[in-house]
């Protein structure tokens, strides 16, 4: 392909795949942020097409970068048709706009590659390929991840993490890989606390926000919570989002120790994520792997310590700013929160450097060194 010169548009398209794959999800998010920086860039068009979709999201942008139409959420039946529909159509769009770069928001075994784009494909994290043992059926997204890295004219990957991970399990040469960082979602969190939007809580508490399932080791953060009897007499936990509480995690609750009132789940908006943040003695991650992690990012907007597991990603994105342990070491996390909740000289301290840390991540940026990469392959 000959060179776009400078006075032409650049045009960029993003395929529809995951946003019929996510109502809300991190992924799309980071798409969208990405199309409303590009549609600002002088000499630069960019085209999400999705003609039908199920990603709020996306709605969210009333067609500031294209889109298409929400669909209601529907039974498997008619969600195959709706994707099978969605699929001829998105094909038939892309064509017709005929984009310099096709950003592919997904991994798909289907190559939507109109003549004379070059591909570019974000990989997130090889999760599926690490721990495959704790998913049912890993194969459905490592060999269509594998298959769209390798024809990919460029991987981006959202840590050096991740872009380890893919040359090690996919295969892909790393001179046609980079690394940028994703932006924070700070601003969606809101400024003002709303102190009428969460119940008083009767102890000072630890947050742990999102899933809870296998890799999230939020077992691990549970066991080394109640190995120490000063955090369990001072403290309960809160836990954000992920669905209420199984019967098997109180169970476990229970064997360890740990009263129902001691273990809280929350749920709702936005602002009240934001007020948990402001509110916590210091936020937990104890995760055996994420591909980024904007959580820690949210905790120290928030003004929020940080105490996270030091494994893959997650000491490039909390640098210095964070109290680490080792997340298949008991022991290390419990010493790890004692040292945090004991030391209001060191709580002050993460939530100084956290401060200056996030701001190190933003969507403007992501962006800019995006259409950087773009540019390069034309």
Known sequence: ?????????LKVAFDQQVFLLQEYGGISRYLCNLAKFFV??????????????????LDAMHGLAGG??????????LLRVAMAMSKRLARFGINQYRPDILHETYYSSDDYRPRGAKRVLTVYD?????????????????????AAALRADHVICISESTRRDLIDFCGVAKEKTSVIYLGTDVAFLGHEPLQEEIPTLARP???YVGNRDGYKNFSGFLKAFANSSRLKAEFDIVCFGGGPFQVEEKKMAASLGLDDDRLVHRAGSDQILANLYRGAAAFVYPSLYEGFGIPPLEAMAMGCPVISSDTSSLPEVVGDAGEYFDPMRVESMTAAMERVTQSPS??????????QQYRKFSWEKCAQETMMVYRSLL
């Open 126 to 146: 090889l999760i599926h390929e690490r721990y495959g043992n704790m998913f049912e059926n890993s194969e459905g997204t490592t060999g269509p991840k594998k």
């Open 346 to 355: 060191r709580s002050f301290e993460l939530v100084k450097l956290g401060r």
């Open 1 to 9: 392909m000959a060179p776009v010169e400078e006075s032409r548009v």
């Open 68 to 77: 298409g139409l929400l669909l209601p959420k529907v039974n498997t039946k």
């Open 40 to 57: 600002q860039m002088e000499g630069v068009e960019a085209r999400i097409i999705a003609p039908l979709h199920f990603n709020k999201n």
């Open 205 to 207: 508490f630890l947050l």
